[in-house]
């Protein structure tokens, strides 16, 4: 089992930048880590993960903006966002997968102002 907790969420304006992390309690490199949100009213969505063969995978609605990052030795996974827009506004979610093992922390808010 692993523990994950975000931080770095903020109120930014449009245009800026926020970097968020995740600390897991435990090594990471055995998982595929990572980042959702989830804006009011709407359903949780993936926005940046590791694939199994260690590549990136964003969506198409981040990709340019968003850059996803992962430090094994601090346990720890990064989502630097960049050019903001307050359509980004929602909760962040870091997620762990292993086999059929699904984990995630309690969120970060993130909100973008126009």
């Known amino acids: 089992q692993v523990q994950l907790v975000e931080s770095g969420g903020a109120l930014v304006q449009a245009g800026g930048s926020l970097r968020l992390s995740c600390a897991a309690s435990?090594?990471?490199?055995?998982?595929?880590m990572g980042w959702y949100r989830q804006a009011p009213g709407k359903q949780r969505e993936l926005v940046a993960t590791?694939?199994?063969?260690?590549?990136?995978n964003y969506a198409d609605s981040v990709k340019g903006r968003f850059t996803i990052s992962r430090d094994n030795a601090k346990n720890t996974v990064y989502l630097q966002m960049n050019s903001l827009k307050p359509e980004d506004t929602a909760v962040y979610y870091c997620?762990?997968?292993?086999?059929?093992?699904?984990?995630w922390g309690q969120g970060t808010q993130v909100t973008v102002s126009s």
């Open positions: 435990r090594s990471i490199s055995i998982y595929r």
């Open positions: 997620n762990a997968v292993l086999f059929a093992s699904d984990y």
């Open positions: 590791f694939t199994s063969g260690g590549s990136t």
